[in-house]
């Protein structure tokens, strides 16, 4: 039988941790704890780092901010914190969190410990040798969609995140910074850029409302039960997670899910097995996501254009510390080419308006 479970891996060179300093402050907030301590890393993330830390019989996960990123609002650990120390208790699928660490000299910036979600995560393709049949793809596609209304119902005034964000002007805010944090990491000359920023500022629709939103819902941040890998038990990277406009994180979870009919093109940019046969469409899930949620989902073809536009810049982001010499990751290497192809697939829809 295939372990589809998440493994760790020796942790990457320059991604090292300081035991001499972590040892200490592990043993001081958790004093029962005897035997050695020993850290692997989860290998699989392109932007806050994950490690697995074991204190004798003890497991916990460690998140910190990537080494050599400039852009300290993207990886702020302090903020991340307090979103899933208040978040777990309504909504199980965030993980709980531990101890939280501001202290740069421990290990050079602020991080945090939280228990581990054990489950299955799906990474672009199935393992070698493994069916999915249909009916367990539609169900785990509807599982997906559920969950990002349920997400996107809470109330998260009663949760106490109400100060997380501002929605009056979330949209125009958010198109604006992430055009600026393009041109503020640009390597290459990609001329779909500027005829992007142009239709978006041209057609920014008003608010879809304002609900508590992950910004980054994708299959390789959601955890499965090993027991139903239809079930979603876990919802991991919260870095992003902010009070904003729930159809553009909707927007965001169709721009990584690649149709089983889509072009050759897309299924290049496809960061889950969203294409094996019985898997609902994007229209499907739109459709799904509507009436769980009672919302009109209106003007999606902004909303999907945006959350493309959006990742090519995250990627960019990433791919500028490998440019600068900040990190030595090799699969930061080839991230030009997707950048271009995310750049191509918003265009084409804002031309298009096709979902």
């Known amino acids: 039988m295939i372990d589809f479970q998440d493994q760790t891996s020796t942790v990457r060179a320059g991604e090292e941790l300081n035991l001499a300093r972590l ?15 020993a850290v692997r890393q989860f290998p699989s993330g392109h932007s806050n780092l994950t490690y697995s830390v074991h204190l004798g019989e003890r497991e916990f996960v460690l998140r910190r901010p990537p080494f050599g990123s400039r852009v300290k609002t993207a990886h702020d650990m302090g903020r991340e ?23 740069d000299s421990i290990l050079g910036a602020p991080f945090y410990l939280m228990e581990p979600v054990r489950g299955i995560i799906l990474r672009r393709e199935l393992p070698a040798g493994t069916t999915f049949l249909p009916e367990t793809m539609r169900r785990l596609s509807e599982s997906f969609i559920d969950n990002l209304a349920r997400l996107h119902t809470l109330d ?16 125009e ?54 027991n139903d890998v239809t079930k979603i038990i876990g919802v991991l990277d919260w870095e992003m997670c902010t009070i904003g406009d729930p159809l553009s994180d909707l927007g965001s979870a169709l721009a990584y899910w690649v149709d089983e009919k889509d072009p050759e093109e897309l299924q290049k940019i496809r960061w889950g097995p969203t294409n094996v046969p019985g ?7 739109l459709e799904r996501y509507a009436r769980a949620t009672g919302r009109e989902v209106l003007n999606m073809p902004f909303y999907l254009t945006f959350a493309r536009f959006k990742i090519a810049v995250i990627i960019q982001q990433i791919y500028f510390r490998y440019h600068q010499g900040l990190t030595q990751d090799q699969r930061f290497a080839a991230m030009p080419a997707i950048v271009a192809l995310l750049l191509r697939a918003s265009l084409q829809c804002a031309q298009t308006g096709a979902i």
Not at 23 to 37: A, I, K, Q, Y
Not at 279 to 285: I, K
Request: proline share 8%; glycine share 6%.
């Open 23 to 37: 040892e200490p402050f592990l043993r001081s907030h958790f004093p029962t704890e005897t035997g050695p301590l």
């Open 81 to 103: 914190f307090r979103v899933l120390s208040k978040l777990h208790a309504a909504y199980s699928p965030a993980p709980e969190v531990l101890v939280y660490c501001e202290d």
């Open 156 to 171: 998260y005034a009663a949760i106490g995140l109400a100060d997380l964000g501002k929605p009056v002007g979330y949209l």
């Open 173 to 226: 805010r958010q198109v604006r910074g992430w055009t600026e944090r393009y041109y503020g990491s640009k390597t290459h000359d990609y001329p779909e850029v500027e005829k992007i920023s142009v239709w978006m500022a041209e057609h920014l629709p008003s608010t879809g409302g304002a609900a508590l939103i992950h910004n980054d819902y994708k299959y390789d941040n959601v955890v499965l039960d090993p």
């Open 279 to 285: 898997s609902l469409t994007r229209r499907q899930l």
